[in-house]
């Protein structure tokens, strides 16, 4: 997809961007090629391909899912200022 110089000058002016105008055919140029290329990758057939969630199938390194401390519920709630039925009681503070 080629772009016009129009397009450029639009473009930075939407992404808040001052070019020179002695720039804007660089980035004519710079920013047709980067629309072809998309257009070349949009093209390609990837209906038989399964998504990936990482491109080198890395897998994630997990710790054991043990407990590793005790509960303290209990000790913690009965230096709480209020309580009830297992919960902490907190000032309303959205009227």
């Known amino acids: ?3 016009d110089q129009q397009q450029v000058r639009d473009i ?3 992404a808040r961007l001052q070019i020179d105008d002695s720039q804007i055919a660089e980035y ?3 920013l047709s090629n ?3 290329l998309v257009e070349q990758l949009a093209s390609v057939d990837t209906s ?3 998504p990936m969630a990482h491109p080198l199938d ?3 390194r997990l710790r054991a899912d043990a407990v590793t401390e005790t ?3 209990d000790h913690f709630q009965s230096i709480a200022p209020a309580t009830e039925q297992g919960y902490y009681l907190v000032p309303r503070v959205v009227e």
Do not use: K
């Open 58 to 60: 890395a897998v994630q």
């Open 48 to 50: 038989a391909i399964e």
């Open 12 to 14: 930075a002016d939407l």
């Open 1 to 3: 997809m080629a772009l």
């Open 34 to 36: 980067i629309l072809t």
């Open 71 to 73: 509960n303290q519920r």
């Open 28 to 30: 004519q140029t710079n």
